[in-house]
């Protein structure tokens, strides 16, 4: 033995050594914070990793416009909640985003390919799929055969493919254990044989949520997925939501209940009049004033004068009085006419 060895060296290093212990992976939904934790708070800033990328789009219709968004960017891998007030113009965004509406100018991009002039059913074979305020299910198809509509690159569907069985019969097969295992984690499979149309509002938006994840999408878009749903139904909803993060897919949501928005998103983008006006992380958004000017108006916690109220009531009376082809004689706040007569 050498001298500078030290004694039971030897034997120690002929024993197997313990692996060395790695740490496991971060789950995907804090990947997605950790990603946007440095992100500022700013309307149309870079993210780190953008999986949709949306440039000057503008939708007009007529002398409305519907959407006007400068620059937009969607976080890979995480979920993004998109709010505002009735009429922001985020279903027509959706409907931009996905095919269903060309815009007026603008280009956007899914992971750097171009989705202009492309059809939904391209769009949705890129990986982009998404489901509908009013849920889409074939009322007189079964809730297995609305499933299998989902799947895609199906071999038996042209024609004279049709007509040979060995053609398709294996991929068939495989699909429909996959709407099967889908229907059972949507809690839906007791009901694979009912029609479509025999489900609750709230099952219907699960089977429309399992049907999107039959095409292995990569990007999911959903919109107001938990309206009209029951209660007992929207902890379930909320659940997929987030599962759908878990297995490494992006979220783009529409939703007008802010608990909601607060639990699940990891971001937030706030629409107003087809514009963007706020975007960053759900702590932030109530603290922005142009997000609360938009749902509440600019002076909703502002008091009106004693001269404000008084040019207020007048033009609403004014109004009336030519409505209904009156002299027009307008009040005062203390209930006299101009001339100072009690009325």
Do not use: C
Request: net charge negative; no cysteine.
């Amino acid at each position: 033995m050498p001298a500078d060895q030290p004694h039971g060296a030897s034997a120690a290093s002929s024993l197997p050594q313990a692996p060395a212990t790695t740490a496991a992976p971060a789950p995907p939904a804090r990947l997605a914070q950790a990603a946007l934790r440095d992100v500022p708070w700013e309307i149309g800033v870079a993210k780190p990793d953008p999986a949709i990328v949306v440039d000057g789009v503008t939708r007009t219709f007529g002398g409305l416009t519907a959407v006007s968004v400068d620059h937009l960017e969607v976080q890979r891998g995480g979920i993004t909640g998109l709010i505002g007030p009735n009429g922001a113009g985020k279903t027509t965004l959706f409907n931009l985003l996905t095919g269903f509406d060309q815009p007026n100018a603008g280009t956007w991009s899914f992971d750097g390919r171009s989705l202009g002039r492309l059809s939904p059913h391209q769009v949705a074979r890129l990986g982009v799929v998404r489901t509908f305020q009013l849920t889409k299910a074939l009322s007189r198809l079964t809730v297995l055969q609305n499933m299998l509509l989902g799947a895609k690159d199906q071999r038996g569907e042209g024609f004279f493919r049709s007509l040979v069985p060995g053609v398709w019969r294996k991929q068939e097969q495989a699909n429909t254990e996959k709407a099967l295992d889908l229907l059972a984690r949507f809690k839906l499979d007791a009901k694979k044989d009912d029609f479509a149309g025999t489900l609750s509002g709230g099952q219907r938006k699960l089977l429309e949520m399992a049907r999107a994840l039959m095409s292995d999408p990569k990007v999911v878009m959903l919109d107001e997925p938990m309206a009209g749903v029951n209660p007992a139904l929207t902890q379930s909803l909320l659940g997929h939501v987030k599962d759908l993060r878990e297995q490494g897919m992006t979220v783009i949501f529409v939703e007008h209940d802010m608990d909601v928005v607060r639990d699940i998103s990891d971001w937030v983008v706030v629409m107003a009049a087809g514009k963007v006006i706020a975007e960053g992380p759900p702590e932030s958004i109530s603290q922005n004033q142009a997000v609360v000017d938009a749902y509440l108006g600019a002076h909703h916690d502002a008091p009106l004068t004693v001269e404000e109220e008084d040019q207020v009531l007048a033009e609403a009376e004014a109004a009336i009085a030519r409505e209904e082809g009156t002299s027009g004689e307008v009040l005062s706040s203390d209930g006299t006419d101009r001339e100072g007569t009690q009325r």
